[in-house]
């Protein structure tokens, strides 16, 4: 079965930094992979998503995430965060041709501080 | 303009008074699915639908029903509710073409307290 884990529950950073959020993942073939944001009050949005090709992938609002086959990870980058990125992310993996249930990671908190 | 919309975004009952949550999609996608969110389990799916007629049951699906007679609508039924059904729920739609490599659209959520 496919599972996702975000170790970090929370993460604080300052405005301007960079970002980092972690994700890895188990699943026995190439997985399709998803990071999404959810603001205060707000569904989902999709940030970006990797299925095939350049393992560095670019998303809206400035984030990219690189797909690491070899540490089954699938991290968020930003390299400097807005107050207005302060959000839950979602992590979340599809299995090509297999389940229709995605699987989605706990989620990680970011806290941005002026 | 796209969008998925679910009514009511706020509902608060009581334990076994039968509820419907509704969900409405204005962009012809085959796929449809209902989440639950729970503080630090994520999201978990309960159903989803590939199509008219087609429903499947998700991660967690005790406790609901879900019908979809039309492609636009994909309601979610608690016949019983009870306390642990207290979530933040999200309905989502996808084209099935591009199950996984099109974007799901989230619908604003219904957060339901049931007492």
């Known amino acids: 079965a496919q599972s996702v884990t975000q170790p970090d529950i929370h993460i604080t950073v300052s405005e301007g930094a960079s970002l980092e959020l972690r994700c890895n993942y188990s699943y026995g073939a190439t997985p399709y992979l998803f990071w999404y944001v959810q603001s205060p009050g707000q569904g989902l949005q999709l940030l970006l998503k990797?299925?095939?090709?350049?393992?560095l992938v670019q998303g809206i609002k400035g984030f990219e995430a690189e797909f690491k086959r070899s540490q089954s990870s699938f991290n968020l980058r930003k390299p400097s965060v807005h107050w207005s990125d302060a959000a839950e992310y979602f992590c979340?993996?599809?299995?090509?041709?297999?389940?229709?249930?995605?699987?989605f990671g706990r989620g990680t908190s970011l806290i941005v501080h002026p | 303009e796209a969008q998925v919309t679910q009514n009511p975004r706020y509902l608060i009952t009581v334990t076994g008074k039968k509820l419907t949550v509704t969900c409405s999609q204005n962009?012809?996608?085959?796929?449809m699915s209902w989440y639950r969110q729970d503080p630090g389990l994520g999201l978990r799916q309960i159903y989803y639908s590939m199509n008219v007629e087609v429903t499947d049951k998700g991660d967690v699906p005790e406790g609901y029903k879900v019908s979809r007679k039309e492609k636009r609508n994909f309601p979610l039924i608690l016949e019983s509710p009870s306390p642990n059904q207290t979530s933040l729920y999200f309905c989502a739609s996808t084209t099935a073409r591009g199950l996984f490599t099109d974007t799901q659209y989230f619908g604003p959520g219904t957060r339901l307290t049931v007492l």
């Open positions: 979340a993996v599809g299995a090509a041709g297999g389940s229709y249930i995605p699987t």
């Open positions: 990797y299925f095939s090709g350049d393992t």
């Open positions: 962009m012809n996608h085959e796929y």
